[in-house]
């Protein structure tokens, strides 16, 4: 599999909380899933850094909820898996822990996490083919506000 594990869980959550229900309940109906860490769910400071000068300030708060779990098959095989969104929405970060885990030790249903993750892998490259497009539309040539050739230097 040649998608970096970086881009799972973007790629993942853009898919509606019901393809996952759909696709993996009965899968991971017999498994043991266990937190390796207690979840969490609340508001994190987002800190980004000035591009003129490199410093580091507070943006504002995000939600942010993270998962981290253990899962054991029935036929004795386990893996872990981990996810973090920016969301609230603590069963679908679940959903992307257990994805996580069967892609990364390669668990039975994996076929079907894998279909799961190219149709995220999908979503995400028509989103950002619309987002080009529409960057490209507001795009402005400055170029062609000199064209008359008259020099801003002059009163």
């Given at each position: 599999?040649?998608?970096?594990?970086?881009?799972?869980?973007?790629?993942?959550?853009?898919?509606?909380?019901?393809?996952?229900?759909?696709?993996?309940?009965s899968?991971?109906?017999n498994?043991?899933i266990?937190?390796?860490?207690?979840?969490?769910?609340?508001l994190?400071?987002?800190?980004?850094?000035?591009s003129?000068?490199?410093?580091a300030?507070?943006?504002?708060?995000?939600?942010?909820?993270?998962?981290?779990?253990?899962i054991t098959?029935?036929?004795?095989?386990?893996?872990?898996?981990?996810?973090?969104?920016?969301?609230?929405?603590?069963?679908?970060v679940?959903?992307?822990?257990?994805?996580?885990?069967?892609?990364s030790?390669?668990?039975?249903g994996?076929d079907?996490v894998?279909?799961?993750?190219?149709e995220?892998?999908?979503?995400?490259?028509?989103?950002?083919?619309?987002?080009?497009?529409?960057?490209?539309k507001?795009?402005?040539d400055f170029a062609?506000?000199?064209?008359n050739?008259e020099?801003?230097?002059?009163?």
């Amino acid at each position: 599999m040649n998608i970096p594990r970086s881009t799972w869980p973007g790629a993942l959550a853009l898919l509606p909380l019901t393809r996952f229900e759909q696709a993996l309940t009965s899968m991971t109906q017999n498994w043991r899933i266990e937190p390796v860490q207690l979840p969490a769910s609340g508001l994190a400071m987002l800190q980004v850094n000035d591009s003129a000068f490199g410093d580091a300030y507070n943006l504002g708060e995000i939600p942010l909820t993270t998962m981290w779990l253990e899962i054991t098959t029935p036929d004795g095989q386990s893996a872990q898996g981990a996810a973090q969104l920016m969301d609230d929405d603590a069963e679908k970060v679940r959903w992307l822990a257990i994805c996580d885990a069967v892609l990364s030790a390669r668990l039975e249903g994996f076929d079907q996490v894998k279909a799961l993750l190219d149709e995220g892998v999908a979503k995400f490259a028509r989103e950002q083919r619309l987002r080009q497009a529409l960057l490209s539309k507001t795009r402005v040539d400055f170029a062609l506000l000199s064209a008359n050739g008259e020099d801003d230097d002059e009163d």
